[in-house]
């Protein structure tokens, strides 16, 4: 049995053969954080709103989360952002980097091709962060869809 999960490496060295995760996954079940058994990435308060976020991009594939003067990091996989196949960012993650380029808003011109992207973008945003309003807002006077959080791209290479 316990050849099954142990291996042995360089001398003197163990390894586990299987993720603990994997070995435990009863007591994990019971025990994870909420983020991590009801698909959340961040548990945040019950009246939290889109306004107080702020979204930055570090990098094309890592963004910094603040949220009341506490900041967390995600990449693409940890959002749902992710094609599971290529493990490239998905066309949601792709259209957050336009927004994030764009100051937060995309324009008129932009509305038709990206209806569907924006629609999948602002449901997994919900699901990440339990916020159930829509992130992102067609603003009529403005013919342009506009992120209620801030969003930035301003260290973002332009290597489109």
């Not at 994990?28 to 009246?47: F, S």
């Not at 629609?119 to 962060?129: D, G, N, P, T």
Request: aromatic letters at 10%; one cysteine or more.
């Amino acid at each position: 049995m316990l050849d099954e999960i142990i291996e042995l490496g360089a001398p003197g060295q163990l390894i586990c053969a299987a993720s603990p995760r994997a070995l435990f996954s009863g007591t994990w079940a019971a025990t994870a954080p909420t983020e991590a058994r009801d698909g959340r990435v961040w548990v945040l308060p019950a009246d939290a709103r889109w306004e107080e976020m702020r979204f930055e991009f570090e990098a094309k594939e890592m963004l910094y989360v603040t949220f009341r003067k506490r900041t967390r990091q995600f990449q693409p996989a940890d959002l749902k952002m992710q094609n599971n196949k290529t493990r490239r960012p998905n066309l949601q993650w792709v259209l957050l980097v336009s927004f994030a380029r764009k100051g937060g808003v995309i324009g008129r011109n932009s509305r038709k091709p990206i209806n569907s992207q924006k629609r999948q973008l602002s449901k997994k945003l919900r699901a990440a962060f339990g916020i159930p309003a829509d992130p992102i807002a067609w603003v009529e006077n403005e013919q342009a869809y506009r992120t209620l959080f801030v969003i930035s791209g301003a260290k973002l290479r332009d290597d489109r």
